[in-house]
């Protein structure tokens, strides 16, 4: 999401995992289906397989089917919570947790495991626990 030319926010986060899983699940759910037509086709006659366990496997590969899709719409609601929360760092003044950076940010990066800002001098800083955010840079003092 570009905000100016000057400041922006990115989003490099990872699904690709999610979809692989995805795609795998669905393989295996079109795989299901075409191994009970072929067992339903080529079964025993005088001992049919009981319909009801047919069923409960149905339903199982349907759950595990659905709950992968849950698992993809909750990455993509958590990447872009990510995204706005940290589109909501650009302009502000920040410093690391550890103390050893500081600087307005410019821009932030999202990764799939966290948030990187940039600050206006190029220092980056790790978005966590411990980070001291500001409306702008704390005034310093002089002495005489």
Do not use: R
């Not at 295996?28 to 075409?34: A, G, S, V």
């Not at 339903?40 to 006659?45: E, H, I, L, S």
């Not at 409306?135 to 003092?141: E, F, G, V």
Request: aromatic share 4%; proline share 2%.
């Amino acid at each position: 999401m570009a905000v100016t030319a000057t400041t922006s926010a990115t989003s490099t986060s990872t699904t690709s995992t999610t979809s692989t899983a995805e795609k795998s699940a669905t393989l295996n759910y079109d795989n299901f289906l075409q191994l009970l037509i072929a067992q339903m086709k080529n079964q025993d006659p005088t001992d049919p397989v009981d319909a009801s366990e047919q069923m409960s496997q149905l339903a199982s590969f349907s759950q595990v089917e659905q709950t992968i899709q849950t698992n993809t719409k909750l990455d993509t609601l958590l990447s872009s919570s990510s995204l706005t929360q940290a589109s909501s760092y650009i302009g502000k003044y920040m410093t690391s947790a550890d103390g050893t950076s500081a600087g307005t940010i410019a821009s932030v990066k999202v990764y799939s495991d966290g948030i990187i800002a940039t600050t206006t001098d190029g220092k980056s800083i790790l978005v966590q626990a411990g980070i001291t955010l500001a409306d702008q840079a704390p005034a310093t003092t002089t002495s005489s």
